[in-house]
Structure formats: C-alpha cells, structure tokens
C-alpha cells in the first residue's frame, strides 16, 4: 500500500497509472510496450533511411529526421515512468527526477512543434516560389530553422523547473498523468503560483499558439496559390506532401489542445479521461509520424522497399 502522504523538504511524487485498472496493469504493459517499441523502431528507421538514402538528402528530409529526432526523445522522456507503473509497480518519483522528466517533455514538445512550422515553410517556399527553393531551402537554413526551434523551446522552458523548485507541495502529490507535466505539478504547489501560472500560459501563447498561427497562414497562400493555377500546372508531388504535414501536425496538436483545455477549464473530469488524453499525446505522435510518411510520401516508400529487398537479396546469398 503507498503512502501518499508526504511533507519532507524533498516530496516525492506519484504516478496513479489508470485508475480503476490497477490489477490489469500488467496486462495493460503489453499494448502500451508494444506501441514504445513500434515508435522507437519506426523514428529509428527513418533517421537511417534519411541518413543512407542519397535521393533523400534534401530539405524536407532533412527536417523529417528532425522530426523523428525529436519524438524519439519524447518517447524516451516519458518511457521510463509508465513502463515502471504497468511493469513494476513503481508509483514514486523523485523531484528532481520529476522536474527533469517536465523540462525534456516541455522542450522537446516545444521543438517539434518549431520543426512543423519549419516543414510549412519548406511546403510554402516548395509550392509558392518553386524557382527559388534550393536558393531559399539551403542546408544552412535548415541548420538554422532547426536550431532556432532548439534554442527557443530550451530558453522558454528553463525557468520551469526553478519556478517549481520554490514551492513548498503539502497533500497527496499525486500526479494525474503517467509522467510529470507542469501544470500537473503547479496544481500540488503551496503558496501563490500566479506568476508561475501565467509564465506558463505565456510560454503556450509563445510557442504553440503562435505557430499555429503561422502553419494555419502558410497554408492559406499555398491554398490560394493552388486554385490560381491551372490543374495542368499543379504541383502534385508537392501537394501530396502538404497532406503528409497536415496529418503530421493534426496527430500532434488536437491531443496537446485537448489535455491543455481539460487541465484548465474542467475541475472533475474523470482520471480516465486525464490518463488517456496524456498518453495519446506524448505516445501517438511518435507512434503515428513515422506511419504517416510511409504510407503516403513515395520517396519514402522507395527507400523502404530498396531496403527491404536489399535485405532480402542479402539474405538469399
């Protein structure tokens, strides 16, 4: 039985897993290891296939690595903790364990969600200025567009932890997602979190907001500029790509405004509900990008199907 009743200097945290279901946790590991594994192999893959394949050495490549790059971190930020819940029972985390799980969780959303808006700006610059995409769309500028994602999420999102570092957490401490998140956290403070509240709510307005902001316009002029030209004259290849992005940044911002929504303007929701939000949002993002881009870019089918039978003539000899 724990004990969630901590008031030492250093709490502990915990995690509730699903509530409800806590004898079927070990049968529940199973689906969930199977989906890690799935996410884990499927990024890894791409990373490879990107890396190998000369024909894939091209702007919008190069930002689906980082793409894959990031939700490989997301996957192993929050691994851990739910597979210790479903496989070993461990409910408990530390604090700085749990502020450290928090900041990679935060930042590396923060980072994908700047790579999208870099991959709109590749489709913008692809279909609206053809011409002047490999002056425009250089290995430099996706250096920069890259780093610039890294930067802005790691600078915006440092101060989180230290914020919550000068709380004092009475009551239960128990967390209602499978990992730590911050706004999670900030509800267990003592004291006055306004300060921290709003600097969280500014971060949000900063990062995702504003990039919605900018995938939502980008593709508006791609839209106008398609119904321009004629059907003979359309980027086909192109547009088929836009849908692969469009899938991409639907799979990860309707979960992120769902679970941002019920932690603040629900007061009972049910913890089932918390539990499935949380894990489709970190989970089916890595889970579903690497299935998006097989399923419909044909380069990367190319290089997957060149692989697999290279494989095969391999294993033939």
């Known amino acids: 039985m724990l004990d969630f009743n901590n008031t030492s200097n250093w709490p502990t945290f915990f995690f ?64 851990p903790s739910v597979l210790a819940i479903f496989w070993f029972d461990v409910h408990h985390i530390g604090l700085d364990a749990c502020l450290t799980q928090m900041f990679f969780i935060h930042t590396l959303s923060s980072v994908e969600s700047g790579v999208l808006v870099a991959m709109a700006f590749d489709r913008l610059v692809a279909i609206c200025a053809p011409l002047n995409y490999t002056r425009i769309l250089t290995h430099y500028t996706v250096a920069c567009l ?17 914020f919550l570092r000068t709380f004092s957490f009475c009551g239960s401490n128990i967390l209602s997602h499978s990992y730590c998140y911050y706004p999670d956290m900030l509800n267990l403070a003592c004291g006055d979190v306004t300060f921290s509240s709003v600097y969280g709510l500014v971060c949000v307005l900063c990062t995702f907001a504003v990039d919605v902001i900018f995938i939502l316009v980008s593709y508006m002029k791609i839209l106008g ?93």
């Open 16 to 79: 509730i897993g699903i509530p409800g279901l806590e004898p079927a946790h070990m049968w529940i590991s199973i689906p969930f290891c199977f989906l890690y594994l799935v996410a884990l192999v499927g990024n890894v893959l791409l990373l490879v296939i990107v890396r190998t394949e000369q024909n894939l050495h091209e702007p919008q490549f190069y930002l689906l690595a980082m793409l894959a790059l990031t939700d490989l971190g997301l996957s192993l930020s929050t691994m």
């Open 146 to 162: 890259s780093g610039a994602a890294l930067i802005r999420g790691a600078t915006l999102l440092a101060p989180l932890p230290f």
């Open 225 to 317: 500029t398609v119904m321009k030209l004629g059907i003979q004259d359309r980027n086909w290849k192109s547009l088929q790509t836009c849908a692969c992005h469009l899938c991409t940044v639907l799979v990860f911002y309707l979960p992120l405004i769902s679970l941002a929504v019920l932690h603040r303007y629900t007061q009972e929701t049910s913890p089932i509900l918390y539990t499935t939000m949380s894990n489709a949002y970190l989970l089916m993002t890595p889970l579903l990008n690497p299935v998006v881009y097989s399923l419909k870019s044909r380069q990367i089918q190319a290089a997957l199907r060149k692989r697999f039978w290279a494989q095969r003539v391999v294993a033939g000899e």
